[in-house]
């Protein structure tokens, strides 16, 4: 269980948190749950998400369950620096989607002060680690890791498994396109795939 940093007031360093797993398993609940939480704490938060990312709301980050909180989409990650200032909070949703320039500006804001909750895909569909998210993990104080449930052991899943024929990188989709699976059931369905 995450728990939040205690405030030392003579360190005037802020860190960066990464909420990092497969789809289905809860990395934006968990990222809106902290958020929220800083806004019951009167902090001023700001929250951000890649401008492709358009699946549920244009302006909300928006979790599978329905849970949203206000965000603003941005082009680049270049953008998150010139509108966090003055926050105490920033959150990130599917970081995985933003250039590496994404590590650079969570370390500048954490450097200002600023808390960084980072939340993305660890692995695209192919089972290797996405964009900026193992960099990200790497200058994060905290990595929490959640698992989805997998939809044919019933064990912990962290594969996002592509059920379509696509090869793009990055496509956006939900239960029709993607099938949360564990290590077996990933091995077993690719080995599959490939068959065929």
Request: some cysteine; glycine content about 6%; aromatic content about 8%.
């Amino acid at each position: 269980m995450f728990l939040e940093n205690t405030v030392n007031h003579k360190e005037q360093f802020g860190w960066i948190e990464v909420i990092s797993g497969s789809m289905f398993s809860g990395k934006t609940e968990e990222l809106i749950r902290r958020l929220k939480r800083a806004q019951f704490a009167r902090q001023k938060i700001e929250i951000f998400k890649p401008e492709v990312d358009t699946r549920y709301h244009q302006d909300m980050v928006v979790s599978h369950d329905a849970n949203e909180i206000r965000s603003t989409p941005v082009p680049a990650a270049a953008n998150i620096a010139i509108l966090a200032q003055g926050c105490d909070v920033v959150g990130i949703d599917e970081a995985q989607f933003f250039d590496d320039e994404i590590v650079r500006v969570c370390n500048d804001l954490a450097n200002q002060g600023i808390r960084v909750i980072v939340a993305g895909l660890d692995m695209d569909f192919k089972g290797n680690p996405f964009g900026p998210m193992p960099a990200l993990m790497a200058t994060a104080e905290y990595v929490t890791k959640v698992h989805a449930v997998c939809t044919r052991t019933g064990n912990l899943a962290h594969y996002s498994f592509r059920k379509t024929a696509n090869d793009k990188l990055v496509l956006l989709g939900e239960t029709e396109e993607y099938e949360p699976l564990s290590r077996a059931a990933y091995f077993e369905a690719m080995q599959k795939s490939q068959e065929e």
